[in-house]
């Protein structure tokens, strides 16, 4: 899928909730020593959703972050609004309308949520480029975003946690082209959560080299074939990173130093956001990137899917009016940390009566 | 399952997620929420209220702690609830999130974030709209 017709990111934004739980809180309730399982995976802390917070309203902040730094665009000309989860407050409702009715882009539009376990967001990304390129809309906000759960005590609980980020796709004053895009899918149940279930399930070490491993290599490689580039011709790349350990093995077997990722990987500070993880470590990127660099994603949802993205920075970076909205490092720098037994009450972990 | 509670909120509800009010077209003044007739031009403003976006900041007028009220609140208690001076002149009632109640002062600027304002039950619409923040945490910039 080369893109090739100048879409690219116009805007973006990012959101996460302020609350976090470290690693070894959570140990500590389960008996294990240190960090627990947490430290086995790179997660020594993971954010926590408050509980007035969900997958809506980290779109709608992160959806009018991206739209304050871009005054000169008419939210009216938005053609389209997907929000990309797998913990979307309803069933059978779209978190999308609040969105586009929270940034004013009602009601000229569509609007639609999107599932794909952990790629929900960037399949949004796909779709809006799609739409720009071929002229039927000016503009396409598609949002990541998620507030995962992991059952109590299970490996998950230490690193499902909530953000996201919203790019505002389209063609006039890209801070970014999006120069290709390239997605490797497969029928693979390496981690699922049927309807009604309030927890997912997983199939443990299946969901790492069939799945994460092989969906994100093929991805990466196909995409370095496409394009004729190898990991040294990129200044950041962003992976999946369900923990902080697979992100960094799969960037190593792909020749990407530690310097290139570094950047966009946040899941040791913050956990794994699911939908958000790409689009908040792309964001980070783009929070620091200069006219020319040349950024490598790859996200990964379990199902299993892989989509990549090879991306330009554009001297309009320059101009574009990054201040306007938070950065994810001044989002990472104001916290509350919060004891388990909190974290529980927050989490609706332990049910009241009455 | 017919239930209409939403509906009633859905009334108001595009004013309540983007704070838009009405302005006085004749002496300016701001209302939030939206009024038809202003309170000091009465019959000379029929007419001239116009759809007015609040900003979204402002200073605590003054705040209550809440140890136990609305039971929508649940895990949230306690919690705080603040009288906002608004700089476009409206005063607003509102919750005030992301800050611990012995940290709150009267005067503290705060900014509106969006938050999950509560559901009747567990199988009902849930209600959004703005609570606000204090500007020591990250916010849009003015
Ligand atoms: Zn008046």
């Known amino acids: 899928m080369i893109s090739n017709?100048?879409?690219?990111?116009?805007?973006?934004?990012?959101?996460?909730?302020?609350?976090?739980?470290?690693?070894?809180?959570?140990?500590?309730?389960?008996?294990?020593?240190?960090?627990?399982?947490?430290?086995?995976?790179?997660?020594?802390?993971?954010?926590?959703?408050?509980?007035?917070?969900?997958?809506?309203?980290?779109?709608?902040?992160a959806g009018r972050y991206a739209m304050a730094r871009?005054?000169?665009?008419?939210?009216?000309?938005?053609?389209?609004?997907?929000?990309?989860?797998?913990?979307?407050?309803?069933?059978?409702?779209?978190?999308?309308?609040?969105?586009?009715?929270?940034?004013?882009?009602?009601?000229?539009?569509?609007a639609a949520d999107f599932e794909f376990a952990c790629?929900?967001?960037?399949?949004?990304?796909?779709?809006?480029?799609?739409?720009?390129?071929?002229?039927?809309?000016?503009?396409?906000?598609?949002?990541?975003?998620?507030?995962?759960q992991g059952a109590p005590g299970d490996a998950l609980e230490y690193s499902a946690s909530a953000g996201g980020a919203a790019f505002l796709i389209g063609r006039d004053?890209?801070?970014?082209?999006?120069?290709?895009?390239?997605?490797?899918?497969?029928?693979?149940?390496?981690?699922?959560?049927?309807?009604g279930a309030e927890y997912p399930t997983h199939a443990g070490r299946f969901s790492g080299q069939p799945s994460y491993f092989r969906h994100v290599t093929e991805c990466a490689n196909r995409l370095f074939k496409d394009r004729g580039t190898k990991a040294s011709d990129y200044t950041y790349a962003v992976f999946h990173q369900p923990n902080g350990k697979f992100p960094t093995r799969a960037a190593q077997t792909l020749g990407f130093t530690k310097e290139q990722i570094k950047v966009g990987l946040l899941a040791p500070r913050i956990g794994n956001t699911y939908s958000g993880a790409v689009p908040v470590g792309l964001s980070a990127i783009l929070d620091v990137a200069k006219p020319g660099d040349r950024i490598f994603a790859i996200a990964y949802g379990s199902g299993a899917g892989s989509d990549g993205f090879d991306i330009t920075v554009t001297d309009e970076i320059?101009?574009?009016?990054?201040a306007a909205a938070p950065t994810v490092d001044q989002l990472l720098a104001h916290t509350q940390d919060l004891t388990y037994a909190t974290y529980a009450k927050f989490r609706g972990k332990v049910r009241f009566q009455g | 399952m017919v239930q209409t509670e939403g509906i009633r909120y859905w009334r108001d509800m595009r004013a309540r997620?983007?704070?838009?009010?009405?302005?006085?077209?004749?002496?300016?003044?701001?209302y939030?929420?939206?009024?038809?007739?202003?309170?000091?031009?009465?019959?000379?403003?029929?007419?001239?209220?116009?759809?007015?976006?609040?900003q979204g900041r402002g200073t605590v007028s003054t705040f209550t702690i809440v140890h136990d009220g609305d039971p929508r609140f649940g895990v949230q208690v306690p919690y705080i609830l603040a009288l906002i001076q608004m700089e476009e002149g409206p005063r607003m009632t509102a919750q005030l999130v992301d800050i611990d109640p012995p940290q709150?002062?009267?005067?503290?600027?705060?900014?509106?974030?969006?938050?999950?304002?509560?559901?009747?039950?567990?199988?009902?619409?849930?209600?959004?709209?703005?609570?606000?923040?204090?500007?020591?945490?990250?916010?849009l910039r003015a």
Not at chain 1, 86 to 103: D, F, G, M, Q, R
Not at chain 1, 123 to 136: E, K, R
């Open chain 1, 5 to 61: 017709t100048g879409v690219g990111i116009v805007s973006y934004g990012a959101y996460i909730p302020r609350y976090r739980i470290a690693a070894s809180e959570i140990a500590k309730v389960w008996g294990a020593e240190g960090e627990g399982m947490g430290g086995g995976l790179g997660v020594h802390a993971k954010s926590v959703p408050g509980p007035d917070e969900d997958v809506i309203t980290i779109s709608v902040e």
């Open chain 1, 70 to 110: 871009v005054p000169w665009v008419d939210p009216q000309r938005i053609g389209a609004v997907y929000v990309g989860s797998e913990s979307h407050p309803y069933a059978v409702k779209p978190s999308a309308t609040i969105l586009a009715e929270c940034v004013a882009a009602c009601p000229d539009l569509t």
């Open chain 1, 119 to 148: 790629k929900a967001g960037t399949a949004a990304i796909q779709t809006c480029m799609g739409l720009v390129g071929s002229g039927m809309i000016d503009f396409g906000l598609a949002v990541g975003a998620d507030t995962s």
């Open chain 1, 173 to 195: 004053r890209v801070i970014a082209t999006i120069d290709e895009t390239y997605s490797f899918t497969t029928d693979t149940p390496d981690f699922w959560r049927r309807e």
């Open chain 1, 318 to 322: 320059a101009s574009y009016d990054r």
């Open chain 2, 17 to 30: 997620y983007n704070l838009i009010g009405r302005r006085c077209g004749k002496c300016s003044r701001v």
């Open chain 2, 32 to 54: 939030f929420p939206a009024r038809s007739i202003c309170l000091d031009c009465h019959r000379h403003s029929i007419g001239k209220m116009d759809p007015y976006k609040l």
């Open chain 2, 104 to 139: 709150v002062t009267i005067g503290m600027r705060v900014h509106t974030v969006f938050r999950k304002i509560g559901t009747v039950h567990t199988e009902g619409v849930i209600h959004y709209g703005y609570k606000f923040a204090p500007d020591s945490m990250p916010h």
